[in-house]
């Protein structure tokens, strides 16, 4: 059948929808065309040819990637057409549906046009048409297809795949089984074979006894199935068999079998059988309800093992035999690990210390007469089996002891564990000497001993010997073991034996260094690290020290270095050991600070090596480094020496030399280009190999070298490096100090650190810890060198290290470390870790899709980015401390906001264990602080940029302060830090307002996110409701009350909202019941006998001011609020308080505060304070006659006030500012005279000088008087009111000048007061001369008062008619016609017409 369409057309139209000079529109109507072209399949063979599938695909990604909104209106007809032709074409359909990066294109297009109904629909169907391509080509796979015509398959899907999903179309549907199809019964002849006959009799005998449990538990089976068929019968193999695979019913037979054995054979049998069931669990798919580990939590397996556990064999064939149970009982509890039932911990460890005399422990330490009689080799075999065993067996208990928490179990722990480390101690004074090769069991016993003392607190619950008396032995001990391979032996450059042996002591003397810390009362533990003296030929013996540290830092091994670099750095940690160490290297080449320094900086080196040698130069930075060469100095700092110039320099000079010669910001630089973030994964063959190993060996977790450093940091807090736990300078006076031209020779090169030259270095004699320096021509610069070599990864975890030593550098040599910083580094460092990256990986933890192995490789990475992201902050705060400028930059500061607030939106619960948390809520304590900071030091900065970051996330910040006002028991600091930064911020955000900036505010500000933006009103109305709780739940005298109160202060003066929750829940009452409380508290408490209670008084106080600062700032510009306070009845309660508000300023500071707060705009409030109190307990109001209102004690206290510029004064003038606008209470003021001590105001003598604050006061209060005709006529009955306002108006102060103006200005509105002004010469001059003035507001003013007193009153034109008043006025006149104005200026204007009215009237 032909097409009505023509070739040639389809050729235009593609022509045209291809051509990049044609408009869009008619690229579109072309696509659209041509969409309906391919209704006819016959066209898709043209089209294909002319390439439409591969231009469709460049379209979309060009909408997507480039120039999406040119492209955008082609988008519907381009998946319109891939639609037709991928439906149609099944090859077609099968090459697009194998390329992954059409699939995402796709399914960005839908995202981007998410609001496109058509388009959406249209990309559905695509991805629809290509996921499930597979799926609907089976048939293809199953059957021969024969096609008879040109017709092309239809796409179908199976019946249960369009059941199974949520299809956006309706598509064919297909069964790939008939339902029609009859199921046909199997032939006799099957019935006939032997296992269909077996599984038959099974099932048959199963459901007739109801299943496997009831069937086991016949006593006769042969009676019972003497009614069925012979073959239905089941012989006893099948009864066998049906034991031996029910697990339940096999496990407990095999422990019965061992309970009641006779021999040592049955009880090996029975063991073997239990390991047949463990290793069925390891070969299973998935685990099931029905493994072994699962059976025996519920079965009692105790009583079974309990007697090898408590009687010691008495020969080789019951060592023998304790061996295969105690290999039996290493699995079980490896396999339940993670998830052993305390109460088996608590009957392991009651059978081992119940006899410690006969328990297993003793079994690890011999007579020594034993040990020399052992000659036979399979007995000497089975002893080191057994003593293997025995110490896996105890490493175990140790992992699974940490998970106890009750008090009989913590105790029993402990005391395993300071009994083990003793026995432990046994043995390795009695294990072979060192210089022989048989090193397995000192390698076994040093193994134990990194366990138990991986511990804290390991040595403190022995009854016989003191903790520090262990420590000591443990140090003597493994010193010895230290002396004799690298001391004696020189170092492993010499020696390939004992490599286990030196990692092992080195962690235990790691580990050893913390608990001696924990332990020791005084400082004087660094000394007995000390080796006394060196063993060799020469003549003069040389006290080695802590020498014998150096070359395991050059160990071949890197968890050695790593291990022995965090000794350094747990010594380091106090001054002394600082001194100690410096003192052991000064024959080493470049002493301390260099050969740290080297190692730090060697960029071949890993990670966690360098990291540790950070923490060591970190705490040398502790202390302070002299800033000149001070010879009577205990602690000089670094020393550099110049060969060429003979000079030598210490203290900060030379650490500025030793920086600048090694390029150390440089090298830092190096470090961030290089660091690695992703997630740390393994060879897949190579992790199987490793397990395979493990298991073959039988060592658990702590064994694994690779997890080594995070086991310390996680698992054991007592073996973490304490410079870990950030070693940082409070208070450094830094004086810069003269850096000379020196560089400093450090050996930069790793090769120079190889085991050799580190043996001889360490014994060269002769040498001084100064650092060989020589000029730059001669040499080249140590950085080309090192930067060629091959760099390791560098990981967050040393980039946290590096945050740290750059805050004590910033310390120390602030000036020089700042312009390092500026010089992007600061700027890298802030930047590398990006929010989403950590977002990512807990969405990951959250929803876990892989193998747990690769959760906690996820795990470890989100550790390692929290841990990065506190150092960071921390840093960038100490930078905001020391010189604001470093932070405040927009290429730092907007990234650096927008990660810190995303950090702050992650959601802490739902799928995080409690390590993930706890890392995550110190992350956020450091952001908190960090911002907290940022707005104290640099708001009017940083305050636009916080509030632009904060308006992406700021339902879910609110969130998160929620969740850390949850936390306030817990984890106090992070509940501090939060309401912290929110106070600061609202505080920020109020002072805006005040400043009226809001109209040149472009991004939202935070009042509006708070109370317009819907998203937020659920999560605002939570916050407030949760702050209200804790201040009203929490004592006076908590100090996180005193956060929250802050918080909620600032909380009320910014948020409508938040006035208007706290107004539901009737805070404004409970604050009002709380002072009357106060009240009568105080009253009670005077009256008692005795001395004053000081302490209670001023606590008292304390509240009551809280109480009033919260009513202050609920009644802020609310008048619903206000109104709640007049029914509560406020005024009557500040009455009673006025006499103890009396006695404090602060106190009566803040009352005349909310007096005023609550009096602005609101009359009936004002009126309020003219009543007087009906009594204590009654506040029905009345009005006061007798003189006794507040507004009276008011004016009293403002009258006594005599201080010129208090702030009591300053309040109380404001106070009576917003009364003045009262008719009763200018009713009051006028009754009470307190207007005449106006008259008694000194001013100043002279023109120029200006007046006092208490003058300028006095006119603001005398201005709010004047506003109404009463307060006019009030201020004119004044005797000499006018000539004192007048003199005011000389003035040259343009505040008060301009305010006395108004004054006169408004008194000239009375016609009352008409006749007196006019017949003052001297107010009229200053009117007159007002129109003199160069000030366009002084001229306003006049012009306007001159027109009220001739306004309606004949008699003024008399006086103004006066030649030499009216040339003036004439003179203004003409000038302001004769000048032009700006159109649209309303104030002009009113001048303008102000003259011509003055003009008009005085001519009529």
Not at 31 to 37: N, S, V
Not at 876 to 901: G, I, T, W, Y
Not at 1262 to 1284: A, R, T, V, Y
Request: charged residues 20%.
């Amino acid at each position: 059948m032909e097409s009505i369409f023509k070739v040639e057309t389809i050729e235009k139209l593609y022509d045209i929808l291809t051509s990049d000079a044609v408009d869009i529109v008619l690229r579109k109507s072309a696509a659209e065309q041509l969409a309906i072209i391919l209704q006819d399949t016959n066209m898709h063979g043209i089209v294909k040819k002319l390439g439409m599938v591969e231009k469709v695909l460049a379209y979309l990604s060009e909408c997507v990637h480039v120039n999406g909104k040119v492209m955008e209106s082609i988008v519907l007809p381009c998946l319109t057409l891939l639609r037709k032709l991928i439906y149609a074409d099944s090859d077609v359909r099968l090459s697009l549906a194998q390329q992954s990066s059409l699939l995402l294109l796709l399914f960005r297009v839908s995202l981007i046009f998410q609001n496109d109904q058509a388009v959406l629909m249209e990309a559905t169907v695509l991805l629809c048409l290509l996921l499930f391509d597979e799926v609907s080509r089976t048939d293809m796979w199953t059957k021969s297809i024969s096609n008879n015509g040109p017709a092309l398959p239809a796409f179908s899907l199976p019946v249960a795949v369009v059941r199974r999903y949520h299809l956006p179309v309706k598509i064919t549907a297909h069964h790939i089984v008939s339902p029609n199809s009859i199921v046909v019964p199997l032939s006799s002849e099957c019935l006939s074979m032997k296992p269909v006959s077996d599984m038959l009799k099974m099932s048959w005998n199963l459901s007739w006894y109801h299943g496997t449990e009831n069937l086991l538990q016949l006593k006769n089976y042969e009676k019972q199935a003497e009614t069925f068929l012979d073959t239905l019968k089941l012989s006893s193999e099948d009864i066998l068999i049906l034991k031996i695979t029910h697990t339940t019913y096999g496990l407990q037979d095999c422990l019965n079998s061992i309970i009641q054995a006779v021999s040592h054979r049955d009880v090996k049998a029975s063991l073997i059988r239990l390991s047949f069931y463990a290793l069925n669990d390891r070969l299973a798919l998935k685990c099931i309800s029905g493994s072994c580990q699962t059976i025996l939590k519920s079965i009692v397996w105790q009583k079974a093992i309990n007697r090898f556990l408590q009687v010691l064999p008495a020969s080789a064939e019951d060592e023998k035999l304790l061996v295969d149970v105690l290999r039996f009982l290493n699995k079980l509890c490896r396999e339940q690990r993670a998830s052993l039932e305390a109460d088996h911990i608590m009957w392991i460890l009651k059978s081992l210390l119940k006899n410690k005399s006969n328990s297993l422990l003793g079994l690890l330490v011999r007579p020594e007469s034993q040990v020399r009689d052992e000659t036979d080799e399979i007995q000497t075999a089975v002893r080191q089996q057994l003593d293997k065993e025995l110490i896996h067996l105890f490493n175990i208990l140790l992992f699974c002891s940490m998970s106890v928490t009750d008090r009989e179990g913590l105790e029993l722990a402990g005391c395993f564990r300071t009994e083990l480390a003793l026995k432990l101690l046994q043995c390795l004074r009695l294990t072979d000497a060192p210089h022989f090769y048989g090193l397995p069991s000192l390698e076994r016993t040093l193994r134990g001993m990194v366990h138990v003392t991986a511990l804290p607190d390991w040595s403190t619950y022995s009854t016989t010997t003191e903790p520090v008396t262990i420590c000591k032995k443990y140090l003597t001990g493994l010193l010895e073991v230290i002396s004799s391979f690298y001391v004696e032996w020189g170092g492993n450059a010499m020696s390939f034996m004992g490599k286990g042996v030196t990692k092992s002591t080195v962690l235990c003397l790691l580990h050893l260094s913390h608990e001696m810390m924990a332990q020791a009362k005084d400082t004087d533990w660094v000394s007995l690290w000390s080796l006394p003296y060196n063993n060799s030929e020469d003549q003069v013996p040389s006290h080695l020290g802590l020498t014998w540290l150096v070359p395991l830092w050059v160990d071949r091994d890197p968890e050695v270095r790593f291990t022995a670099l965090g000794i350094g750095s747990a010594l380091t940690s106090l001054e002394i050991g600082c001194i100690a160490l410096a003192e052991s290297c000064q024959n080493i080449s470049g002493g301390l600070w260099g050969t740290v320094l080297n190692i730090f900086l060697d960029q071949s080196e890993c990670s966690m090596v360098r990291r540790e040698a950070a923490f060591i130069l970190q705490n040398l930075l502790v202390i302070p480094i002299p800033t000149e060469d001070l010879k009577d100095c205990v602690w000089q700092g670094p020393c550099v020496h110049d060969e060429e110039t003979g000079l030598s320099q210490t203290g900060k000079p030379a650490l500025k030399a030793l920086l600048h010669h090694c390029q150390f910001y440089k090298h830092l630089i190096q470090m961030v280009k290089h660091c690695y973030l992703g997630c740390y994964m393994f060879d897949v063959n190579s992790a199987k190999e490793d397990n395979h190993i493990i298991e073959k060996s039988g060592s658990t977790d702590f064994d694994d070298s690779l997890n080594l450093w995070k086991v310390l940091s996680s698992q054991s807090p007592s073996s973490h490096s304490q410079s870990t736990s950030e070693t940082m300078i409070l208070s450094v006076s830094p004086a810069p100090g003269s850096v000379m031209e020196l560089q400093a020779a450090v050996p930069t090169n790793s090769t120079s650190f190889i085991p050799e030259t580190a043996v001889n270095r360490l014994m060269a004699q002769g040498h001084s810890d100064t650092t060989t320096t020589a000029s730059p021509s001669q040499h080249d610069s140590p950085m080309s060198a090192a930067m060629s070599k091959q760099c390791a990864v560098v990981t967050p975890a040393l980039l946290s290290a590096v945050c740290s030593l750059l805050h004590n550098l910033l310390i120390v040599t602030p000036k020089d470390t700042g312009i390092a910083l500026q010089r992007d580094l600061l700027t890298a460092l802030s930047s590398l870790v990006s929010a989403n990256l950590v977002e990512r990986c807990v969405l990951k933890l959250k929803a876990p899709l892989g193998n747990p192995c690769h959760t906690e490789h996820v795990k470890a990475q989100v550790l390692l980015l929290l841990q990065y992201l506190s150092s960071v902050s921390r840093l960038l705060k100490s930078c905001l401390l020391v010189d604001s400028q470093l932070v405040v930059q927009d290429e730092l500061l907007k990234p650096l906001l927008r990660n810190a607030f995303m950090i702050l939106s992650i959601r802490s619960k739902g799928g995080l264990d409690a390590e993930l948390i706890s890392a995550l809520h110190e992350t956020w304590v450091d952001f908190f602080n960090l911002l907290t900071t940022l707005l104290w030091n640099s708001s009017q900065i940083a305050f636009p940029f916080v509030v632009a970051a904060l308006a992406s996330h700021c339902t879910a910040v609110i969130d998160t302060i929620c969740d850390c006002i949850h936390l306030s028991t817990t984890h106090p600091a992070l509940y501090t830090a939060s309401l912290q930064f929110l106070s600061v911020l609202l505080n920020e955000e109020g002072r805006r307002q005040l400043q009226d900036k809001q109209s040149v505010c472009q991004d939202p500000t935070v009042s509006f996110l708070l109370d317009h933006s819907e998203e937020c009103q659920a999560s605002m109305t939570q916050l407030t409701e949760l702050i209200i709780q804790v201040c009203e739940r929490k004592s006076s005298k908590d100090v996180l009350k005193e956060v929250a109160v802050n918080a909620l202060l600032s909380l009320l003066a910014v948020s409508k909202n938040a006035q208007k929750y706290a107004l539901e829940v009737d805070l404004i009452g409970s604050c009002i019941e709380q002072m009357k409380h106060i009240h009568a508290q105080l009253n009670l408490d005077s009256l008692k006998p005795g001395k004053p209670q000081k302490k209670k008084e001023d606590s008292l106080k304390k509240q009551l001011r809280c109480a009033m600062q919260l009513l202050r700032n609920c009644l802020f510009q609310n008048e619903e609020c206000k109104i709640a306070a007049l029914k509560a009845h406020l005024v009557p309660v500040l009455h009673l308080l006025w006499p103890w508000l009396l006695t404090d300023d602060s106190s009566m500071e803040i009352a005349l505060h909310l007096l005023c707060v609550y009096t602005a705009y609101y009359p009936a409030g004002c009126a309020s304070l003219c009543w007087t109190s009906g009594g204590q307990s009654s506040f029905v109001s009345v009005r006061s006659a007798a003189g006794s209102s507040l507004m009276h004690n008011i004016l009293k206290l403002a009258s006594q006030v005599s201080d010129d510029n208090s702030p009591l004064q300053h309040v109380i003038f404001d106070l009576l500012s917003n009364l003045a606008l009262s008719h009763d209470c200018k009713g009051v003021i006028q009754k009470s005279n307190f207007l005449q001590n106006f008259l008694s105001l000194s001013l100043p003598k002279g023109s120029h000088k200006n007046p006092s604050n208490v003058c300028t006061l006095w006119l603001k209060l005398l201005l709010n008087i004047s506003f109404g005709e009463d307060g006019q006529q009030m201020l004119m009955k004044i005797n000499g009111f006018l000539d004192q306002i007048v003199e005011m108006c000389k003035c040259k102060h343009k505040s008060s000048q301009h305010i006395a103006l108004l004054i006169l200005h408004n008194i000239c509105f009375s016609p009352t007061n008409k006749p007196k002004i006019l017949a003052n010469d001297k107010a009229i001059a200053v009117l007159t001369t007002c129109l003199e003035s160069d000030s366009c507001a002084v001229q306003r003013i006049g012009a306007a008062s001159l027109w009220a007193l001739l306004h309606n009153y004949q008699k003024a034109k008399v006086t103004l008619k006066n030649p030499s008043i009216r040339r003036k006025i004439d003179e203004a006149y003409s000038l302001v016609k004769t000048t032009p104005q700006p159109e649209g200026n309303e104030l002009n204007a009113y001048y303008l017409k102000c003259l011509e009215n003055v003009v008009q009237l005085l001519d009529c």
